[in-house]
């Protein structure tokens, strides 16, 4: 069982920054692959970032390449989301989430057991 708590959502303005924080806990280990979920009321969730915990690889989609970056503090066993350069379409609950295997991590949709956190608020306004 894993654990997570996100924090650090917040409403700013275009062109701002935030830095999302995810807390776990539980029984995980370097062959879980963790990352960074938004979602918009009435859309689906979209992975944005990930990270392989045993090499450290990295992630993200497109819209936020050179803009996010996902990060690790393994002594805190806490998950980071730095997000610089905001737009509105940034919008929306981030969640963080974890699940074993290296194979969901380049393709940022998980599968098997999945634990997610109750997530966190990102309003961007122009």
């Known amino acids: 069982q894993v654990h997570l708590v996100e924090s650090g959502g917040d409403s700013v303005q275009a062109g701002g920054s935030l830095r999302l924080s995810c807390a776990a806990s539980?029984?995980?280990?370097?062959?879980?692959?963790m990352g960074w979920f938004r979602q918009i009321p009435g859309k689906e969730r979209e992975g944005i970032a990930s990270i392989y915990l045993g090499s450290g690889n990295t992630y993200y989609v497109d819209s936020v390449k050179g803009r996010f970056t996902i990060s690790l503090d393994n002594a805190k066993k806490t998950l980071y989301l730095q997000m610089n350069d905001l737009k509105p379409e940034d919008t929306g609950m981030y969640y963080c989430?974890?699940?074993?295997?290296?194979?969901?991590?380049?393709?940022?949709?998980?599968?098997?057991?999945?634990?997610w956190g109750k997530g966190t608020l990102v309003t961007v306004s122009s």
């Open positions: 989430a974890a699940a074993y295997s290296e194979t969901w991590c380049p393709t940022l949709r998980p599968f098997g057991t999945t634990y």
């Open positions: 539980g029984d995980f280990d370097v062959r879980y692959c």
